[in-house]
């Protein structure tokens, strides 16, 4: 493998980093803000922290095929762990990092994980919790020393120290380094991932290098991502895409990786970075279109009025600018008059000036969401993926976006619709087999490498787009026998505002019913302009007027549902407001926050029941899980309405 | 009590020579006798309380250590000198800093201006140097703005570095204090009750930053509470007030089992 040429040489990651030490020395390859300033390194100064960890490694008796957790927030240094792991041959393992002490020792336990990286004395603390019953588990590196004074340090040793140790003993280790990097390939294992699981336990993703590397690829081709482009790095490190952007794709492309200050100065340091290249989730996207709402409506009469005017022509005319269709001279004029009073300081607020390629995935974005994004000038598009794809299975390109599809397939990617409507793809990013788990590799990649995503969908004739129904196993049948897809409405109800999270149920019954969780921020602001008082989540979530209005909403949902031909049975009879918020603390939720739908009906059996058998209010008992794992109980008594449904002619008329 | 003794503490620190020590202090206020002939002292490196009902003294005790009061008997020693009466800027200079029980922060200014307020002990260049913003102002704003910013990171307060103090909830608040203390680089932290008025999770993290102060930077810490379980939690030593007189001395658990504490203070007023 040694002496092929430069294109096959480029086939891992630790190679892919030489590169950009050579070709990108100078330029900045990460960025960070710390005591308010933003420190960088150059892609010179990176290979050397990274290679200085992995002679550090070395020292602690890695051994190629080991599995290195690592678990903290979005830093310069554990991106380099994760590349100074891969150099001395073994597999790095991100995991989240709000996970408590027992997610993390299962995961630790089933991948034999010998180090952890942790941030800090939190971190750390969850591992010595666990340490006991790890066998395997030898030690902990830490990055930030505070509070760990007194800590035994025998199996703890310091990042940087280690750093120090790889540095003073380069000379005697780089020959075992420079032997280890040159034994693998495009085959070696490039990271492992463990999926959120909406049901049972997360499985391991193995990864390649060949994946991570031809993805990335043909993604920055497909976007022409160069290294002058930039991005923030917020979303969990231990999910695929944050992995894909900050290491596969950054790496190829040699582009710049910034990492905030802290989770809550997120949005501030995304104006101030102003990346080119943006990824979240449509509930980021979401909260955001909240506040400023919020925002405007609390803004003085003359604002609001110049608000409205722009952005409601914003919203004819951004959206075709962007797809480069015609628009008239006056309308251009009074578009761009606009980007200069409203929608350009806007999208500079909003830190998405600079915004080059947008994407939004994981879950259905509202079509007047979408819109509001596009018609700011923001190129906002969707792609559908997964962790087994290494992200990539469908995304829009540009000229072709709309809210109801998630495009066509990626390059590389082969897509088949099975009879039962499931969508499967081929792909040199579909992984290689999920880890310990032969079974589960079975069900989900068969012989010739078709992958079932678990997903219904359907491809569009004209476009050739594909569009999600839902989940395949969720999608279900009424007892009358008409089709049942709680996710078609479930989107549709989590596009109001005041709606955050919501739960339908209806398989195999003769109704629809639904739990809903409001949105605090949004219902919050309406309450106190309403001069309506509130203390707690729960309080607010009880109050008869905020029940009407979400009943409206139910209705309008209802109304809108009935027009679909195979789903109108979906409608939604009876709802109530629960009286805590959907958690993944408590098992509600995934880490990535996708609804567990199982686990709820289960753990709230009781409020389902009720919803089936007419009673106007229930008394219920929760046991919640608090941030630092310990426990408690709420107790409340939630009422029950009715919403009205209807058939589909009466709308149409 | 004057040897040079060390203690360990139950958590293993090693626990110095007396930093300050008060030696049969008296305050009055006219007729009213806020004091009566207290004697202890704080060690290097400690985190002692001061606990009490209320009126029983503390606030007036943590005024004479930082020299707002001067006790009409007794005297203070400081790093093992007696201390005549001084201005509090010139304490302030000797490396005491507080934080107060109301919390005295400018409302309009930045947290991170609040914070460096706590720096101005520290800097020497003039007037005009500084309003020319010339030479070694500049090296030293710098310099001062560095360590200013190891606090914000410290206290994770960085989200709200340009938020007008007066805007933030009162838990915040309170650790922008904490932070204003913490930038003068102090040998001794007084902290008069910075628990009040916090919810059990606030209280938890302030009881966090208060023992990494400790740990992190070997201040010394006194601190007057009144959550009672705050104070056995943290405290290397507890000192017990009662009508400006102290009837006790001790460890939490020696405290804790005082009969006199517990009928002035924690038994009888409580149950």
């Known amino acids: 493998m040694t002496n092929t040429t430069t294109a096959a040489a480029l086939d891992t990651v630790p190679r892919l980093l030489a590169r950009n030490a050579k070709t990108y020395a100078e330029k900045a390859a990460y960025r960070e803000k710390e005591y308010g300033i933003w420190q960088s390194w150059t892609w010179g100064q990176t290979f050397e922290e990274i290679q200085s960890l992995a002679l550090g490694l070395l020292t602690l008796g890695v051994k190629p095929g080991d599995h290195i957790a690592i678990v903290g927030r979005n830093r310069p240094y554990f991106y380099w762990a994760m590349v100074a792991a891969q150099s001395v041959g073994a597999v790095p393992v991100p995991l989240y990092r709000d996970a408590v002490a027992e997610e993390m020792a299962y995961v630790l336990d089933h991948c034999s994980a010998r180090f952890v990286v942790a941030e800090d004395q939190e971190q750390v603390d969850k591992m010595i919790d666990v340490m006991d019953d790890l066998e395997t588990l030898e030690g902990i590196i830490f990055l ?19 750093q120090q140790i790889g540095r003073d003993r380069k000379s005697e280790l780089q020959g075992e380094l420079d032997k280890r990097l040159a034994a693998q390939g495009s085959d070696t294992t490039c990271v492992m991932l463990y999926t959120s699981g909406t049901t049972g336990r997360p499985k391991g993703v193995v990864l390649s290098n060949r994946n991570i590397i031809e993805t990335a690829k043909n993604s920055c081709e497909f976007d022409s991502l160069v290294a002058d482009d930039s991005v923030l790095a917020y979303l969990p490190m231990a999910w695929v895409g944050d992995f894909i952007f900050s290491i596969g794709q950054a790496y190829w492309s040699g582009f710049c990786v910034g990492c905030p200050e ?45 608000f409205k005017i722009f952005m409601d022509h914003a919203k004819v ?33 909003l830190g998405l000036s600079r915004v080059r390629v947008g994407y939004t995935a994981g879950e259905a974005i509202g079509p007047e969401l979408f819109d509001f994004y596009r018609s700011l000038g923001i190129n906002l598009k969707q792609l559908y993926g997964q962790t087994e794809a290494s992200v990539f299975i469908t995304q829009q390109k540009d000229g072709e976006v709309r809210a109801d599809t998630v495009g066509t397939p990626s390059p590389g990617v082969e897509l088949r619709i099975a009879d039962n409507g499931e969508v499967f793809y081929r792909s040199a990013g579909a992984f290689d087999h999920y880890y310990k788990n032969p079974k589960s590799t079975k069900e989900t990649k068969d012989k010739e490498g078709w992958v079932a995503t678990g997903d219904a969908g359907f491809i569009e004739s004209d476009s050739g787009h594909l569009r999600i129904i839902d989940r395949a196993k969720d999608v279900g049948k009424l007892k009358d026998g008409s089709m049942f897809a709680p996710k078609f409405v479930e989107n549709k109800l989590k596009f109001y505002a005041n709606i955050l999270e919501t739960v339908v149920f209806g398989n195999g019954k003769d109704t629809c019913v639904a739990f809903i969780n409001i949105d605090l921020t949004a219902v919050g602001n309406w309450a106190e302009r309403n001069n309506i008082a509130y203390s707690s989540y729960q309080e607010l979530a009880g109050h008869p007027e905020v ?5 409206s909403n139910v209705q309008a ?40 739908r199982n686990i709820i009906a289960e753990k709230y059996d009781d409020l389902l029941g009720a919803l089936y058998d007419g009673s106007d209010s229930i008394f219920t008992k929760t046991e919640v899980t608090y941030e630092d794992g310990r426990k408690g109980a709420i107790t409340a008594t939630l009422e029950i309405r009715d919403a009205q449904t209807y058939d589909r002619k009466k709308v149409a008329a | 009590m004057n040897a040079v003794d060390t203690y360990i503490t139950a958590d293993g ?86 934080t107060f029980q109301n919390i005295a922060l400018f409302k309009g200014m930045s947290t991170l201006d609040n914070i460096m307020t706590g720096r101005l002990t520290h800097m020497k260049s003039g007037l005009f140097s500084q309003m020319a913003w010339w030479g070694g102002a500049q090296t030293e704003e710098v310099a001062n703005r560095a360590i200013v910013e190891k606090v914000i990171d410290f206290l994770e307060i960085q989200a709200i570095r340009k938020t007008p103090v007066g805007r933030l909830p009162y838990g915040f608040q309170k650790r922008v204090e904490l932070g204003r203390a913490l930038a003068a680089e102090p040998k001794l932290l007084l902290l008069d009750e910075p628990m009040a008025g916090m919810n059990v999770e606030e209280k938890e993290d302030m009881s966090r930053f208060i023992l990494d102060v400790n740990d992190e930077f070997g201040t010394t810490i006194a601190l007057i509470e009144h959550d009672m379980g705050v104070v056995m939690d943290i405290a290397d030593r507890v000192v017990v007030m009662d009508y400006g007189k102290k009837i006790g001395d001790g460890t939490p658990d020696e405290v804790r089992n005082n009969q006199d504490v517990i009928d002035a203070y924690l038994g009888v007023a409580h149950d």
């Open chain 1, 144 to 162: 930030d020393p505070s509070g760990m004074r007194k800590y035994d340090k025998s199996a703890l040793s310091s990042y940087r120290e280690l």
């Open chain 1, 262 to 306: 802290s989770q809550e100065t997120m949005q501030k340091d995304l104006n101030e970075v102003g990346p080119t290249y943006f990824f979240a989730p449509p509930r980021y996207f979401e909260g955001l279109l909240t506040s400023v709402q919020i925002r405007m409506e609390d803004a003085g009469p003359f604002k609001r009025w110049l």
């Open chain 1, 317 to 349: 005319v951004g959206p075709k600018l962007l797809d480069v269709k015609p628009v008239g001279l006056m309308d251009r004029l009074k578009y761009n008059l606009g980007a200069i009073l409203i929608t350009g300081p806007l999208k500079n607020t």
């Open chain 1, 547 to 551: 029940y009407s209005m979400i009943q």
């Open chain 1, 557 to 596: 949902v209802n109304a809108s549902v009935a027009q679909d031909e195979m789903l109108s049975g979906c409608q939604i009879t009876r709802f109530l407001i629960l009286h805590k918020e959907l958690d993944a603390d408590d098992g509600e939720l995934t880490r990535t926050q996708k609804v567990r």
């Open chain 2, 13 to 98: 620190r090693t626990i110095g020579a007396p930093l300050m020590e008060m030696k049969n202090i008296t305050l009055r206020f006219g007729g009213v006798t806020a004091i009566q002939d207290i004697s202890f002292d704080i060690r290097e490196g400690e985190v002692r309380a001061i606990i009490g009902p209320n009126g029983a003294g503390k606030s007036s005790m943590l005024n004479v250590i930082n020299g707002f009061y001067h006790p009409q008997e007794g005297e203070v020693w400081f790093r093992g000198k007696k201390r005549l009466a001084m201005k509090p800027h010139q304490i302030a200079k000797q490396g005491i800093a507080r």
